[in-house]
């Protein structure tokens, strides 16, 4: 549910971000609108970490956590060393979605105890869309 929470707030965000901006901060800002766009796109795998990592720690599995954040850090930090050069604010977003995205779900393959939490992400992305399809569609 998380997840779907994430996806509708991105959804109002990516609809109405020139409203927010220019509410918020006037005109001068309205360049930003694509910025706030894509850090609500990261809230979607930071929700979808949220629901594993309490699920792994309840398997007392903390260390792969450890791991998965460090290795995210990390490529943040290079990603922005490439991108925020040539790309300014737009290249850190990029950069941040990237590696919250490999820390939260991908990096889930890195160990076998991990893998099946993988799988769960996601089929609960496509779950809504195969259920529609086969129950309502069909």
């Given at each position: 549910?998380?997840?779907y929470l994430?996806?509708?707030?991105?959804?109002?965000?990516?609809?109405y971000?020139?409203?927010?901006?220019?509410?918020?901060?006037g005109?001068?800002?309205?360049?930003t609108s694509?910025?706030?766009v894509?850090h609500?796109?990261?809230?979607?795998?930071?929700?979808?970490?949220?629901?594993?990592?309490?699920?792994?720690i309840?398997?007392n599995?903390?260390?792969?956590?450890t791991?998965?954040?460090?290795?995210?850090?990390v490529?943040?930090?290079?990603l922005?060393?490439?991108?925020?050069?040539?790309?300014?604010a737009?290249?850190?977003?990029?950069?941040?979605?990237?590696?919250?995205?490999?820390?939260s779900?991908?990096l889930?393959?890195?160990f076998k105890?991990?893998?099946?939490?993988?799988?769960?992400q996601i089929?609960?992305?496509?779950?809504?869309?195969?259920?529609?399809?086969?129950?309502?569609?069909r």
């Open positions: 549910a998380l997840i994430a996806i509708i707030l991105y959804l109002i965000v990516f609809f971000s020139n409203t927010i901006i220019s509410v918020l901060y005109e001068e800002y309205m360049k694509l910025i706030l894509l609500f796109v990261i809230n979607i795998f930071i929700f979808a970490g949220v629901l594993v990592d309490r699920v792994i309840s398997r599995q903390q260390k792969t956590i791991i998965r954040i460090v290795i995210g850090a490529l943040n930090i290079v922005n060393f490439m991108w925020i050069p040539e790309y300014g737009i290249g850190a977003s990029y950069s941040t979605i990237i590696s919250q995205f490999c820390a779900i991908l889930l393959l890195l105890s991990t893998r099946e939490y993988f799988h769960w089929l609960s992305l496509f779950y809504p869309a195969l259920y529609i399809y086969r129950n309502i569609i």
